[in-house]
Antibody, heavy 118, light 107 residues
Framework: EVQLVESGGGLVQPGGSLRLSCAAS????????MSWVRQAPGKGLEWVAN????????YYVDSVKGRFTISRDNAKNSLYLQMNSLRAEDTAVYYC???????????WGQGTLVTVSS | DIQMTQSPSTLSASVGDRVTITCRAS??????LAWYQQKPGKAPKLLIY???SLESGVPSRFSGSGSGTEFTLTISSLQPDDFATYYC?????????FGQGTKVEIK
């Protein structure tokens, strides 16, 4: 059974940093692109970033470029999102997702809540 | 970036109704479109990929069509479990984008 479990969310002050993790199991993690998608309270889904199987390609939505870094550790079956210079508008539930080879997000974690507030 | 526009934003319908949701892309995305269902407090669930391919385990009352810039998700006979929010997503570009969502409410 495919499982994606996010962790690392919490309350952080504006300008602060947070590192999200996503632990994957039940599939060959190193064979799949992975994505982070977020959802602000009461709002729709927003794709944040994705990363190729070997980490050699990474893409970001404009609003997080230069502040967020996606990475992965295939030996640990883990995906990460380092979030720096956090803003109130980054407040959201962050989901990790495994992507099919063609690009859609097949499996999703349950999400972790990040709240940016003073 | 490719913009995705869904309509309507909200849809009121009754059990048994045929429901259609439209998603338009700002440029051609071929058939690289997925549809997801999301219920409150839950993660999105994949329904349709490559515009018209039904994900395993998804009821056959769900269907997708379209290519290029215009796509539709149809629920042939709305069931109580189908009241949820639906999102389209393009994956023609590495920079994925979602539509703003369509909430299907009980009439």
């Amino acid at each position: 059974e495919v499982q994606l479990v996010e962790s690392g969310g919490g309350l952080v002050q504006p300008g602060g940093s947070l590192r999200l993790s996503c632990a994957a199991s039940g599939f060959t993690f190193s064979s799949y692109w992975m994505s982070w998608v977020r959802q602000a309270p009461g709002k729709g889904l927003e794709w944040v970033a994705n990363i190729k199987q070997d980490g050699s390609e990474k893409y970001y939505v404009d609003s997080v470029k230069g502040r967020f870094t996606i990475s992965r550790d295939n030996a640990k079956n883990s995906l990460y999102l380092q979030m720096n210079s956090l803003r109130a508008e980054d407040t959201a539930v962050y989901y990790c997702a495994s992507d099919d080879s063609s690009g859609y997000s097949h499996y999703w974690g349950q999400g972790t809540l990040v709240t940016v507030s003073s | 970036d490719i913009q995705m526009t869904q309509s309507p934003s909200t849809l009121s319908a009754s059990v048994g109704d045929r429901v259609t949701i439209t998603c338009r892309a700002s440029q051609s995305i071929s058939s690289w479109l997925a549809w997801y269902q999301q219920k409150p407090g839950k993660a999105p669930k994949l329904l349709i990929y490559k515009a018209s391919s039904l994900e395993s385990g998804v009821p056959s009352r769900f269907s997708g069509s379209g290519s290029g810039t215009e796509f539709t998700l149809t629920i042939s006979s709305l069931q109580p479990d189908d009241f949820a929010t639906y999102y389209c997503q393009q994956y023609n570009s590495y920079f994925r984008t979602f539509g703003q969502g369509t909430k299907v409410e009980i009439k």
